[in-house]
């Protein structure tokens, strides 16, 4: 599938991207539209690249984001708003964040990648949201997933 192609080379296209020295790495980002994209083949051109390469992007330290008019669900603190929603298809790049735990916590090869990357801060941060998010044999399963994730 050429989306997904395009979307695999953008990766080390992405790292080789040279910001500012004074640039937070968050602010790097690139978003790759792409509006040929017949609504009709958002699931299968936007959808379902986003979740194929999701881990590969996740293990690299980075995110990858699909948007579309037709993406479904609200915002992590305003449910009536609509952040996925986009006038183009786009499939968007940059670096992981501490605040993506709320996204990666539910993989512990997303958990591994994450504490990679943030260390004891990010451990903090995902216990913290497992605690808050969970309960009773939930949460204790998710903790010990979590401990079983940290690095050596």
Known sequence: MEIERTIRGAKGAFHDLVVPANAPPILKAFLIAFPDVPEERYATCIDDVQKELKMDYVQSGMMLGGFHPKQEGGGLHNTSFSPFKTALPILAIRHMHKADAVFLHGDPIHI???????????????????????????????????ENCKPL
Request: glycine share 8%; with cysteine.
């Open 112 to 146: 591994k990648a994450y504490l990679n990357e943030f260390g004891e801060d990010g451990y903090k941060r995902m216990k913290k949201l497992i605690e808050t998010k969970y309960a009773g044999a939930d949460c204790s399963q998710r903790l010990t997933e979590l």
